[in-house]
């Protein structure tokens, strides 16, 4: 496994808020176009999710796990860290 991936990921507040957010993903609808429609993340939210490459160590712990546990292309679930609720997607 490398050490180094390249994530999206769109954060919201709520849960629920992510739920159905990954039900619109699943649903057919783009990450990209999402991130940047719902994401609190203003940085990364321009930029379809992206938060380009990083190692272990460079985001908080939970968010870190879920990260580098997903193959390329695939979404975690919701994972809740301080700063809300994030659907991660594993992009490189």
């Given amino acids: 496994m490398s050490n180094k991936i390249k994530c999206s990921h769109i ?12 039900d619109r993903i699943k649903g057919g609808e783009k ?5 940047k429609e719902l994401s609190t993340d203003a940085g990364s939210a321009k930029r379809d999710g992206n938060l380009g490459y990083f190692t272990k160590g460079m985001m908080v712990k939970p968010f870190e796990q879920a990260a580098f546990k997903l193959q390329v292309g695939e979404i975690s679930e919701p994972v809740k860290s301080e700063f809300g609720y994030h659907i991660i997607k594993r992009v490189a």
Avoid: P, Y
């Avoid at 954060?11 to 159905?20: F, H, R, Y």
């Fill in 11 to 22: 954060l919201v507040a709520k849960q629920s808020e992510a739920v159905t957010i990954l």
């Fill in 31 to 35: 990450f990209g176009k999402l991130a």
